[in-house]
């Protein structure tokens, strides 16, 4: 049997972390896969976490299995932290997931056991993940433009004649904010024309929404997913606590289907919680429960709204000060985009060779498409990156 497996191809992001660890150069700087580290270099237990631990062990008397959709309570709380309330609760069904990935996974599957002929639409680029997971389960993936190679932003009309050719049906995966990896994303305007064009074609978003209070801040970087879901018929949505949250290894996450049709919620329920019994039974609990007591606890959800505004600004501020920096040494405005982007990534725009070069001759990693992860940076690492930037000729 095992003689019939062939190779997979390997995962951009997961080969570069294991590169930059075998790097023996002190001086390398790992702007790779997408896990915010401080100023120390380190991916701290958010306080608030700590704290729910600490009480959780204290408080907690059973392992038992919760539900196949996982704890209600956890749902509850999701689904009023992302969609507050722009839709009624009785038109959301959803289950926990194993991580945002879990939920992109399932949802996949429920588009493929619903309508075996849709083909979801994803961004040129997006995150290599989404387009893995859709050519494993033989889902038909289309792009559709999104990132201007010239301006670094969003290439709005070329986005929109492109899901002009989504047929009835066809499901369209949008980033919810912090475009992964471009760090370019729609404004409210966009989205709209967006939900315009996806109802006149009868399309369906997905949301796929990782990184909300790292962009413009916790409600902001709802808005897009709160106006989408209460603009259409049926969306899904596909969420992720790794990193607003901290607890990446804890693989925590919830999957909405959002129909406006109050009829179709029951059914919609028990699918999530089918396919969830299909794939791994109960989901993952632990990183729920936390997250649950955090969101229905008002100190404890202060102290980690506050963490995680620190977290975002601190961001910013990388932001604005690898742009000034660049500026600096440039003497252009060529990279001002860099403050204008929003999460944890920003697309630089240099080519493979000028990346490799980066990490040959100066230990600066990031992915082969020039994805830079914003926060793996610091005070002391941004006049490096700048001036490898330049040197390199970006
Ligand atoms: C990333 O894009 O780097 C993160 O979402 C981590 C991952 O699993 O790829």
């Not at 896990?35 to 700590?50: D, F, L």
């Not at 919620?265 to 794939?279: E, G, H, S, V």
Request: glycine residues 8%; aromatic residues 6%; contains cysteine.
């Amino acid at each position: 049997m095992f003689q019939h497996l062939k190779a997979q191809p390997a995962d951009k992001i997961l080969t570069l972390m294991q590169m930059y660890r075998e790097d023996p150069r002190e001086t390398k700087i790992d702007l790779g896969v997408g896990v915010y580290k401080n100023a120390e270099g380190v991916t701290p237990v958010m306080r608030a976490i700590k704290a729910a631990e600490h009480r959780l062990w204290e408080e907690q008397e059973t392992k038992a299995y919760v539900g196949l959709a996982g704890d209600p309570g956890f749902s509850d709380a999701m689904i009023k932290l992302i969609l507050d309330d722009a839709v009624p609760r009785e038109l959301v069904a959803a289950a926990a997931t194993p991580g945002g990935t879990g939920a992109v996974r399932q949802a996949f599957e429920l588009i493929q056991m619903a309508n075996p002929k849709a083909r979801v639409f994803v961004s040129n680029p997006t995150w290599p993940n989404h387009i893995s997971i859709l050519q494993y389960l033989g889902i038909e993936t289309v792009t559709y433009r999104y990132f201007d190679d010239e301006t670094r932003g969003v290439d709005v009309e070329g986005m929109l004649a492109d899901l002009g050719d989504v047929r009835k049906g066809d499901v369209v995966l949008l980033h919810g904010c912090c475009h992964n990896p471009t760090g370019a994303n729609l404004n409210l305007v966009d989205w709209q024309a967006v939900v315009d064009l996806l109802n006149a074609q009868g399309g369906v978003p997905m949301i796929d929404i990782a990184y909300q209070g790292f962009g413009d801040g916790l409600e902001a970087d709802a808005d897009a997913t709160r106006l989408v879901a209460s603009s259409v018929p049926e969306c899904l949505i596909a969420a992720s606590c790794s990193k607003n949250f901290g607890i990446y290894r804890e693989r925590t996450g919830l999957l909405m289907a959002v129909s406006q049709e109050a009829g179709a919620r029951a059914l919609n329920q028990d699918t999530l919680a089918f396919l969830n019994r299909q794939n791994y039974s109960f989901p993952p609990d632990h990183g729920a429960r936390l997250v649950t007591m955090i969101l229905n606890d008002a100190d404890l959800r202060a102290d980690w709204a506050a963490e995680l505004e620190d977290v975002r600004r601190s961001m910013l501020n990388l932001r604005q000060g690898l742009a000034d920096e660049l500026q600096r040494l440039s003497g252009s405005d060529r990279f001002g985009f860099l403050a204008q982007h929003r999460g944890m990534f920003s697309r630089l725009g240099a080519s493979p060779e000028l990346v490799e070069k980066l990490r040959s001759d100066h230990a600066i990693y990031m992915i082969g498409d020039s994805r830079m992860n914003i926060a793996g940076l610091n005070a002391k690492t941004i006049p490096i990156l700048a001036k490898a930037i330049v040197d390199v000729g970006v």
